[in-house]
């Protein structure tokens, strides 16, 4: 069973950085975790892709709105996905998940079959 467990939310101000972490247990790679992603959710909205990797290439895709400032990693020596971001505005300001399945997609949550309990960001102006 693979675990995840996200850290290192917090509260920023406008332009300030943050970089979260996902630890995961239990991952072998196979064809029904391939990819791992973050995620994000803000209060009254629906569950949005933020960052995904595509873990055997390493190749990596980003939401529009996040383009430039935030960067995703994996660090196989602490089993951890990362997710560095930089310049955070105050629309950046929701709960961030850490998420693994099959299909490397950003525009739907369903295909992903583990889910951290998230860590929360707030960004002030």
């Known amino acids: 069973q693979v675990q995840l467990v996200e850290s290192g939310g917090g509260s920023v101000q406008a332009g300030g950085s943050l970089r979260l972490s996902c630890a995961y247990s239990?991952?072998?790679?196979?064809?029904?975790?391939?990819?791992m992603a973050w995620f994000r959710q803000a209060p009254g909205k629906e569950r949005e892709g933020v960052a995904v990797m595509y873990v055997a290439a390493g190749t990596t895709s980003y939401a529009d709105s996040v383009k430039g400032r935030f960067t995703i990693s994996r660090d196989n020596a602490k089993n951890s996905l990362n997710l560095q971001m930089n310049s955070l505005k105050p629309e950046d300001t929701a709960m961030y998940y850490c998420?693994?399945?099959?299909?490397?997609?950003?525009?739907?949550?369903?295909?992903?079959?583990?889910w951290g309990q998230g860590t929360q960001v707030t960004v002030s102006s």
């Open positions: 998420a693994a399945g099959p299909l490397c997609a950003l525009s739907r949550a369903e295909p992903y079959t583990y």
């Open positions: 239990g991952y072998t790679y196979s064809s029904s975790n391939r990819c």
